[in-house]
């Protein structure tokens, strides 16, 4: 078995692996996106899609990124190469880790944008401003918020500074430390919110609207999505779960920890519905809001509550904290390159990689206003970059690895680094790697273009 090293350092142990890939896991995808494109895809539907992609397509492929990450012990991008070579094919599968590189600054750029409202609202929570509004208000006041460029530069700015700080200080003194002191503050801030969110909302039209399953609802469109999101919650598709397992012990069971951080996700968005739904329902708002549904349909119901001050607070600190974690792991893949590539230490490589990255940031939040003209394909900016990320170069980036792991990597390095016991497992997940995840996704790109054609 080749044994290599990784310069970066690595995880304690198994544990801290499995806290830093669901802090990368768990963030504004589970909190902020899930429940809103739940709502505009119609729900229980779309939920359920969502799901059957995370079981057949997500786990193997995420198990797929951990293992070729862990065999290369580098960024995505040399490690892609190294397994590459060691199976005697081109170097140039390094390719994959580039696509997911840039696609990593893509997402941040917009993630940092929405992290900057969370902000905003953490600030606002502890102010007051939103003590008994209505819904009119709080759409009023989210609207002034998006319309305010300076507001949201300083928002962002705060963000971008707060992730390369914890990225800067590496893999043991930065990524780990963050994960020992983030990762349990979440679970109990959740944990305490949702027996909040169980007393008060309506709860049972909430689950309803997330579990009644209409298939008539279902679009081809919300199919796509429901691909995209799958890989957009479990961090695929880019290299930053690739990073992380370059980072694991050789000794831990990689299909074990994977299904962990699969379940977690899975658990943090669905409660994340539960509390926001409810909420939806008994205020009479629109559950297909849209991106605005977090930040008008909470405030208002915090606002109304008793101790609504405070779990209001307690629960933007949470997605703040969620955001932040998975923030990291879009910069790791390539600072961790740069370092290996240039011999450079972290500090210029994040100061350098976190003024582009603030740049990028910049066009995606003129979105809400300078720029609100600015049209690609018909969507604005932020749109665009959500879009195509998530729904394009995720589900790619998938694609490709899936092919890597099952049809050109030797069978004794994934057999090796699985070290699956029995052998019908390893043959279940040999088989959704080679035909289910690829088939999948490749049909459902195929079939999205012929409607959007026809
Ligand atoms: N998974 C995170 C979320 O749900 C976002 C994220 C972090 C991500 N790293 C990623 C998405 C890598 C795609 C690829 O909010």
Redesign the pocket.
């Known amino acids: 078995m080749k044994d290599r090293q990784n310069i970066h350092g690595s995880w304690a142990n198994r544990w801290i692996f499995i806290l830093a890939a669901t802090g990368?896991?768990?963030?504004?995808?589970?909190i902020w996106?899930f429940p809103y494109i739940a709502g505009e895809n119609g729900g229980g539907a779309f939920v359920l899609v969502y799901l059957a992609f995370i079981l057949a397509v997500g786990v193997p492929i995420m198990m797929a990124e951990v293992l070729v990450g862990r065999r290369g012990r580098q960024s995505p991008i040399n490690s892609m190469r190294e397994v590459a070579i060691e199976s005697e094919h081109s170097p140039k599968w390094a390719l994959v880790g580039w696509v997911g590189a840039l696609?990593?600054f893509l997402?941040f750029s917009f993630?940092s944008v929405v992290a900057g409202w969370v902000l905003a609202y953490v600030a606002g929570m502890a102010n007051g401003d939103f003590l008994d509004i209505g819904s009119e208000q709080a759409g009023k006041a989210f609207n002034d918020l998006l319309a305010d460029p300076q507001a949201l530069v300083i928002w962002h700015t705060v963000f971008v500074i707060l992730v390369m700080t914890v990225v800067m200080g590496g893999v043991n003194k930065g990524l780990e430390r963050a994960t020992r002191i983030m990762m349990p503050a979440l679970f109990v801030l959740l944990t305490v919110l949702l027996g909040y969110s169980m007393t008060t909302g309506s709860f049972g039209a909430g689950v309803d609207f997330l579990f009644h399953f209409d298939p008539s609802e279902l679009s081809w469109d919300a199919v796509l999505v429901a691909l995209g999101h799958s890989?957009?919650?479990?961090?695929?598709?880019?290299g930053?779960i690739m990073a992380y397992g370059s980072y694991m012990p050789k000794d831990a069971s990689i299909g074990g920890t994977v299904l962990t951080i699969a379940a977690l996700d899975t658990l943090v968005a669905l409660i994340a519905g539960l509390a926001i739904f409810p909420i939806v329902f008994a205020n009479s708002l629109d559950p297909g809001a849209g991106p605005g549904l977090m930040f008008i349909t909470l405030p208002v119901a915090f606002g109304q509550m008793p101790g609504g001050q405070i779990f209001g607070f307690l629960f933007f600190v949470l997605v703040a904290l969620a955001?932040w974690s998975?923030?990291i792991?879009?910069m790791e893949p390539a600072v961790a390159w740069m370092v290996e590539r240039f011999g450079l230490g972290r500090g210029p490589v994040c100061t350098l990689l976190g003024i582009v990255v603030w740049m990028l940031g910049l066009a995606a939040l003129s979105s809400f206003n300078v720029g609100s003209d600015v049209a690609l394909f018909g969507m604005n900016i932020f749109d665009f970059l959500d879009f195509i990320t998530a729904n394009v170069m995720?589900p790619l980036g998938g694609l490709f690895v899936a092919f890597f792991t099952g049809w050109v990597l030797k069978q004794k390095i994934t057999e090796d680094e699985l070290d699956i016991k029995e052998a019908r497992i390893y043959m279940a997940w040999s088989f959704s790697i080679r035909y289910i995840a690829p088939i999948a996704v490749a049909a459902i790109f195929i079939l999205n273009l012929i409607e959007k054609l026809g």
């Open positions: 990368s896991a768990v963030g504004l995808g589970n996106k696609a990593g997402i993630y890989f957009f919650t479990l961090s695929l598709g880019m930053a955001a998975s923030a792991s879009l995720l």
